[in-house]
C-alpha cells in the first residue's frame, strides 16, 4: 500500500528522484537529504507503515530484516568498527517528521 501524500512512498515508487545506496524487495536505502552526523542514512521498508506503533504481528519478517540491513550497511560504509546509532523516531513527540516508517542510520564520527 502507497500513501498519496507521502513523501517516502514518493521516493519508494521514484516519484522522487533519490540515489539508492541500496534496494531490494522489502527496502530501499538512501542517504538524508539533511545530515545529523558525518554518515545519515535512511533503511525505508517499501510498504507504507506510518509508524513503529503500527507495526503487528504480520511485520516481525520487515522487523528482523530492518537490523541485518543496519548492519550490512554500516559495514559497507566503513563504519561498523568505529560505530553507530539506529534511531526509530515514533510519531511528533518523538521527532517523527515523515510518517513513513524509516530507521536512521547515524555514525561516521572520528
Ligand atoms: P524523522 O524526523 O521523520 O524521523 O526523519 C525524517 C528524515 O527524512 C529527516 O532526517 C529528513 O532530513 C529526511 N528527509 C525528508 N525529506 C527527504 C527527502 O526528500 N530526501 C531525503 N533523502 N531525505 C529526506
Ligand atoms: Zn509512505
Given at each position: 500500500m502507497?500513501?498519496?501524500d507521502c513523501i517516502f512512498c514518493k521516493i519508494v515508487n521514484r516519484e522522487i528522484p533519490t540515489e539508492f545506496i541500496f534496494e531490494d524487495d522489502d527496502f530501499v536505502v538512501f542517504?538524508?537529504?539533511k545530515p545529523h552526523a558525518p554518515v545519515h542514512i535512511l533503511i525505508v521498508p517499501r510498504r507504507h507503515i506510518r509508524s513503529i506503533n503500527d507495526i503487528t504481528q504480520d511485520d516481525k519478517d520487515i522487523m528482523s530484516k530492518f537490523f541485518f540491513l543496519a548492519k550490512k550497511i554500516?559495514?559497507?560504509?566503513?563504519?561498523a568498527r568505529s560505530g553507530y546509532k539506529l534511531l526509530f523516531n515514533v510519531e511528533?513527540?518523538?521527532d517523527q517528521f515523515v510518517f513513513h516508517l524509516h530507521l536512521h542510520l547515524l555514525g561516521g564520527w572520528k
Open positions: 502507497s500513501d498519496n542517504r538524508d537529504i554500516a559495514e559497507q560504509e566503513g563504519i511528533k513527540g518523538g
